[in-house]
């Protein structure tokens, strides 16, 4: 699986079966375990991640990074910021 694959090819991919979501989200997660060490731009990935191959939309399947300033309940909301690193959104933003 190319890593530099764009949206679109990945949609295709999954429409034709070639991969599912979970494999998707496996191959990303490990990609982020190999090199957030040295890059520090994931806070928080979720191995429980639902598989949603058959998802309408374009983003139906695809797995996404979400920025720390998008709440969503539980998680890290940061912000970027060092006085909000241990804050734990308390519900899901509206986006």
């Known amino acids: 699986m190319n890593p530099f694959s764009t949206i679109h090819e ?3 991919a999954l429409e034709q079966k070639k991969v599912s979501s979970a494999e998707l989200i496996t191959f990303y997660q490990e ?3 190999i090199h ?3 890059l520090n731009a994931v806070l928080e990935s979720f191995d ?3 598989a949603t191959t058959n998802q309408p939309g374009i983003l139906g399947g695809i797995p996404c990074l979400i920025k720390d300033n ?3 309940t539980g998680r890290i ?3 970027g910021s ?3 690193s241990n804050y734990h959104a308390t519900y899901n933003a509206t986006v």
């Open 36 to 38: 957030n060490p040295a």
């Open 82 to 84: 060092k006085i909000l």
């Open 48 to 50: 429980n991640a639902p």
């Open 31 to 33: 990609r982020i375990k």
């Open 77 to 79: 909301a940061s912000a």
């Open 70 to 72: 998008i709440l969503q």
């Open 10 to 12: 990945l949609k295709i």
